[in-house]
């Protein structure tokens, strides 16, 4: 059974710093990733890591200030984020897949998997 465990969301004030922990269970998995969901708003891309390619990707909204990393031997991924504003405000989730063409990173329909979400507020 698969199980994604996330933690480190919280309130913080703009220009604050976070880092968002998924640990994944029961499978290895060579992509994982994060998305996010604001109030009001469908589910968005923020960013993956794909293990066996050595690549990573983001959204435009989070280039240079937020930065993904992990241990493929752990099923671990970390979501470091700087610079925080209120507009980052959102629930954060942590999805896994097997395998995630480059062209389909930043969908859902690919991801096999996904946390239960991390609240993250961030006040003016």
């Known amino acids: 059974q698969v199980q994604l465990v996330e933690s480190g969301g919280g309130l913080v004030q703009a220009g604050a710093n976070l880092r968002l922990s998924c640990v994944a269970s029961?499978?290895?998995?060579?992509?994982m990733a994060w998305f996010r969901q604001a109030p009001g708003k469908g589910r968005t891309f923020v960013a993956a890591?794909?293990?066996?390619?050595?690549?990573?990707h983001y959204d435009d909204s989070v280039k240079g200030r937020f930065t993904i990393s992990g241990n493929d031997a752990k099923n671990t991924v970390y979501l470091q984020m700087t610079s925080l504003k209120p507009e980052d405000t959102a629930i954060y989730y942590c999805?896994?897949?097997?395998?995630?063409?480059?062209?389909?990173?930043?969908?859902?329909?690919?991801?096999?998997?996904w946390g239960q979400g991390t609240q993250v507020t961030v006040s003016s």
């Open positions: 029961g499978r290895t998995f060579g992509t």
């Open positions: 890591i794909r293990w066996n390619e050595g690549d990573t």
């Open positions: 999805a896994v897949a097997y395998f995630v063409p480059r062209a389909t990173i930043n969908t859902q329909p690919p991801y096999d998997y």
